[in-house]
Nanobody, 115 residues
């Protein structure tokens, strides 16, 4: 059974930091491409940051310079360090794992940035 369990969301003031983590089970993690997405009401889920199985990263323009994605293949975890948070970063953050077969999603964790 595949499981992606996010943690670390919460309420933070603008300018603050949060670190999201995602614990993954049931897939061969080191072969998977990992990513964090954000969804806000009325909008499509959008990519925030991704790291493929070779360690290559990509970021949304809004995240560049403020967010950093990392993964630990020994612990089957992927993290997103978010600094200098802005109110527009508010949303539900989802962890995703893309394998050769399909993409799996976590249940999401709420991040709220107050101004």
């Amino acid at each position: 059974q595949v499981q992606l369990v996010e943690s670390g969301g919460g309420l933070v003031q603008a300018g603050g930091s949060l670190r999201l983590s995602c614990a993954v089970g049931g897939i061969i993690f080191r072969f998977s491409d990992m990513a964090w997405y954000r969804q806000t009401p009325g909008k499509q889920r959008e990519l925030v940051a991704g790291m493929d199985n070779g360690g290559r990263t990509k970021y949304a323009d809004s995240a560049k310079g403020r967010f950093a994605i990392s993964r630990d293949n020994a612990k089957n975890t992927v993290s997103l360090q978010m600094n200098s948070l802005k109110p527009e970063d508010t949303g539900v953050y989802y962890c995703s794992a893309r394998t050769a077969a399909t993409t799996y999603w976590g249940q999401g964790t709420q991040v709220t940035v107050s101004s």
